[in-house]
T-cell receptor
């Protein structure tokens, strides 16, 4: 199977600090990973597409300087929320694509970020 | 623009009833996936449909992909409280492109 590990599952940070969220593909290589944000009782909203070894592609309205994405290896992508504010509090989910099949997506278990 | 229209958004039914969730689009997808998500967790894949007209069954859940690969439905027979959750449909396109998600259907099955 394809397993994606996301860490941490929960994090509370003070306003103004930065938080890093890791997304690892445990048993496969993921050339492409995706980062989503989910507000309460809503669907997933795509933030950015992360390709190994290149810059991430951000969706319209997502600040690339605030949400730094690094995909330095085929098994790890990180999302850093810089200078976090309470409005950044949300559920962040990563997804990794195995190969190039149109049905090879696996999701992490999500990270609940609370900025106080 | 919501590329995948999912309906209904909310559904509250009694245990034992049947229900159908619909996912419609004007776009053609390579495949369509259905997920179920519990609070505080990531989406868990239920099924992937790839071929137009395909029907897949998972116990009491029946998934169908439209002939033109633009729409899909999820039918649950004799719903149980354990079926409660957020159901998401997502369409995939060729290449390393992200899934297109519907808005989700929040199902509540009351015992």
């Amino acid at each position: 199977g394809a397993v994606v590990s996301q860490h941490p599952s929960r994090v509370i940070c003070k306003s103004g600090t930065s938080v890093k969220i890791e997304c690892r593909s445990l048993d496969f290589q993921a050339t492409t990973m995706f980062w989503y944000r989910q507000f309460p009782k809503q669907s997933l909203m795509l933030m950015a597409t992360s390709n190994e070894g290149s810059k991430a592609t951000y969706e319209q309205g997502v600040e690339k300087d605030k949400f730094l994405i690094n995909h330095a290896s085929l098994t790890l992508s990180t999302l850093t929320v810089t200078s976090a504010h309470p409005e950044d509090s949300s559920f962040y989910i990563c997804s990794a694509m195995k190969g190039q099949r149109s049905y090879g997506y696996t999701f992490g278990s999500g990270t609940r970020l609370t900025v106080v | 623009t919501q590329l995948l229209e999912q309906s209904p958004q909310f559904l509250s039914i009694q245990e034992g009833e049947n229900l159908t969730v619909y996912c419609n689009s004007s776009s053609v997808f390579s495949s369509l996936q259905w997920y179920r998500q519990e609070p505080g967790e990531g989406p868990v894949l239920l099924v992937t449909v790839v071929t137009g007209g395909e029907v897949k069954k998972l116990k009491r859940l029946t998934f169908q992909f439209g002939d033109a690969r633009k729409d899909s439905s999820l039918h649950i027979t004799a719903a149980q409280p354990g079926d409660t959750g957020l159901y998401l449909c997502a369409g995939a396109r060729p290449g390393n492109t992200p899934l297109v998600f519907g808005k989700g259907t929040r199902l509540s099955v009351i015992a």
